[in-house]
């Protein structure tokens, strides 16, 4: 019996200053297992007088128990203390910052030109992408048979219906709905049957703008875009004007800046003429007015149209268009 009482006694101090379950495992051996202490003890019962046999074995599987109680609660205990360490957070750590997303270099450039517009007083104005060919070429003064609908041929939905070409059908919607003065961008995504390369695509964005009213002159216009250009590319900046045609503009011209890549000396950007061509414009064509309802008399604007992949392009110094569409991280990420 004393020699049980110590056997107990020892457990407990063991099982109490155990620090795993590993030096757990090996008290368990020590006591409980196959050559332990409690099972040899069992084992030398037989060598007790008869009539104490009973007793002995009665405190030896008590201790036993008590000893496999102690162990179990013990072996919790340092289950839930290992689970504790591997679940612990470490707060002196440096948190971890999420991955922000950034906008597209294209959306960029494309609020920037909205921004310069919107402080020049233009209104933003949208419209739909699958367009009636009324406003995408008729209203505009480009009939069926006119030949630079070739140019601007798109992907027809229905003998009447197609993907705009450009957002001027915007104006048209907006004129019809408003009287003078009218002061608008519209910008958007357009689409034309071009074949795809460095320089050209069949889905692009353009922004267009149009000021209706009395008194606006070609001189307003220029006033405008040379500002616009200034404000994109910097205050060197110089613009010409060319001679161009346009169906619903009256006179026409093609805008340029001098290179901003040379400043107007010459290289392979520009061709080496110094100049490179950005926008369209021009003073909107009696017809336009007059489809729309407006007296061409009383009421006279100008029109402009330029691309956005273009502005980018210039602005960023990029040589290939395909890089905005491509989703290559490895270009997104410079922006």
């Known amino acids: ?41 069992l084992r030398s019962l037989g060598r007790l007088p008869e009539e104490e046999r009973p007793e002995a074995g009665k405190h030896a599987n008590q201790v036993k128990r008590e000893i496999e109680t102690l162990l179990s609660t013990r072996k919790r205990e340092l289950e839930e203390k290992e689970k504790v360490v591997e679940e612990a957070i470490d707060v002196t750590l440096p948190g971890r910052s999420p991955k922000l997303g950034r906008k597209h270099p294209l959306t960029q450039v494309l609020d920037e030109i909205k921004k310069i517009f919107m402080n020049l007083g233009f209104e933003i104005v949208e419209g739909p992408e699958v367009e009636l060919e009324y406003y995408n070429f008729i209203a505009l003064n480009i009939p069926p048979y006119h030949p630079v609908r070739d140019e601007h041929d798109s992907f027809y939905i229905t003998n009447e219906v197609l993907l705009r070409t450009e957002t001027s059908a915007v104006q048209i919607r907006t004129m019809e709905k408003r009287k003078p003065p009218v002061k608008i961008i519209a910008p958007g995504r357009v689409y034309r049957r071009d074949a795809v390369d460095r320089t050209h695509s069949h889905t692009f964005h353009q922004v267009e703008g149009l000021w209706v009213d009395k008194g606006i002159t070609f001189g307003d216009l220029k006033g405008t875009l040379t500002l616009f250009a200034q404000q994109m590319f910097g205050e060197k900046v110089s613009l010409r004007f060319r001679p161009d045609y346009f169906p619903f503009t009256e006179p026409s011209a093609d805008g340029a800046i001098s290179c901003i890549m040379c400043e107007g000396k010459g290289c392979p950007v520009c061709s080496n003429t110094g100049w490179l061509e950005i926008f369209g414009c021009g003073m909107v064509h009696p017809k336009v007015l007059k489809n729309v309802g407006y007296d061409p008399e009383k009421t006279g604007g100008y029109a402009f149209g330029l691309g956005v992949e273009r502005i980018a392009m210039l602005k960023y110094g990029i040589d290939d268009m395909r890089l905005f569409f491509e989703n290559d991280l490895r270009f997104l990420e410079q922006f």
């Open 1 to 41: 019996m004393e020699e049980l009482l110590k056997i107990k006694e020892e457990a407990k101090s063991r099982l109490g200053s155990a620090e795993d379950l590993k030096a757990l495992e090996d008290i368990r051996r020590k006591y409980l297992g196959k050559k332990g202490l409690i099972t040899l003890t």
